[in-house]
Every structure is written in structure tokens, then in C-alpha cells.
């Protein structure tokens, strides 16, 4: 599963009732996506999730996510939106990406997947799930099971010389 939130776009209805119908309306799978993990859909959390489901996967910081939703004229605070988003993942919308002990990113892929951190520019990209094998790992401590394995491959500019 990549993005909970379906953003391929719905067939022309016929008329306006077979839009409320389809769920044509503009923030229609955003609200579904949120009562489907039982948040309330607020002002501010049908607004951030559109901006954060509605165009494909994607990775962002809750700093650029604020700075979007405020030129976009969304009025919420910074301290709202690291709130949105950590509701957003514990209720499995998003995923986090710790790539510095001071540089985290919301995840809207939630498919088995990897990363490059392109030191640069500060920005994510994705790597299939096949496209790196882990091998060798150690035994899992006991009480303990294993959720996942995320492997963060930190690349820069060839011309900067790193």
C-alpha cells in the first residue's frame, strides 16, 4: 500500500448528485481516510491531509509543510501541524523518517520501501523494497519483534566533492 488516501482522479459524474455520490467533492477522501482510522475530521486536519495526500507520494518536513499550508492561506499554527502529523502517523496515514537526530520527515508511502537522503538539498528519495537486501541482521532481544528494517543511503553532489 502506498498512499491511503486514493489521489488518481475519479471519472466526470453525470450530474452533481452522482458527485456527492462519488465522493467528488474536494476534500472527500481526505475525510474518508481520517473517519477510516477514527480522527475527527477538524478544519486543520482535512486541510493539512489534502495537502499531504492529494498529489502522490511524497516526504515532508513539518516546517515545510507549515510553510505550504500558510502560502496556500491555511491558517494553523507550526505547534498544530507537528501535532497533525504525529496523529497522522500513529493512526498509520504516515511514516517517519528519522534521518538526523534533527531532521525529521512524515512519509506518505507507506509501502516496504528505502531511502536516499540527498545531503544537498536536504531531500528524500525513494528505493523500491527489492532494491536493497539486509542481510546478517542480529538475533531480535527477547520480548521483542522485529517491525521493520529502514536503511537511509546519504548521498551528495558529485561536483561538491562531499
Excluded: W
Excluded at 9 to 29: I, K, L, N, V
Excluded at 68 to 88: C, D, I, M, P
Excluded at 127 to 139: F, S
Amino acid at each position: 500500500m502506498t498512499n491511503p488516501v486514493s489521489t488518481a482522479p475519479a471519472s466526470a459524474p453525470a450530474s452533481s448528485s452522482d458527485a456527492a455520490m462519488s465522493g467528488d467533492r474536494p476534500y472527500a477522501q481526505t475525510l474518508q481516510a481520517l473517519r477510516d482510522k477514527g480522527l475527527r475530521p477538524t478544519r486543520q486536519r482535512l486541510a493539512l491531509g489534502r495537502l499531504l495526500f492529494d498529489g502522490g507520494d511524497r516526504h515532508v518536513t513539518a516546517e515545510a509543510l507549515h510553510a505550504e499550508a500558510s502560502k496556500g492561506g491555511v491558517r494553523v499554527s507550526l505547534a498544530t501541524v507537528y501535532n497533525t502529523l504525529h496523529q497522522f502517523t500513529d493512526a498509520g496515514l504516515l511514516r517517519q523518517v528519522v534521518v538526523d537526530g534533527g531532521c525529521t520527515y512524515f512519509d506518505t508511502n507507506l509501502s516496504d520501501h528505502h531511502h536516499f537522503y540527498h545531503v544537498d538539498d536536504a531531500r528524500l528519495e525513494d528505493i523500491p523494497g527489492d532494491g536493497i537486501t539486509v542481510t546478517g541482521l542480529p538475533q531480535v532481544p527477547d520480548g521483542a519483534a522485529l517491525e521493520r528494517v529502514e536503511v537511509i543511503v546519504r548521498v551528495h553532489s558529485a561536483k561538491t566533492g562531499g
